[in-house]
């Protein structure tokens, strides 16, 4: 993992998608592309991938934490 991929990833902390139950489900994906234009993210398609990633393994310790 690089710097820029976790700093694009804490930038979307308060982007995330929530089921009605509560539980976290996904980062907006628009949001998401947003700040990657902002933060001049070259190849987005590397940068989503690897974001993906990183919000699965999130997912675990937010929905089981």
Not at 21 to 32: P, R
Not at 33 to 59: H, P, S, W, Y
Request: hydrophobic share 45%; charged share 25%.
């Amino acid at each position: 993992m690089n710097l820029l991929v976790l700093q694009v990833f804490c930038a979307c902390e308060d982007d995330w998608k929530q089921t009605p139950q509560g539980k976290y489900k996904s980062i907006d994906k628009l949001a998401l592309g947003v700040v990657m234009e902002m933060m001049g993210v070259t190849d987005r398609k590397e940068m989503l991938t690897d974001i993906i990633t990183m919000q699965n393994a999130a997912l675990e310790v937010l929905n089981h934490g």
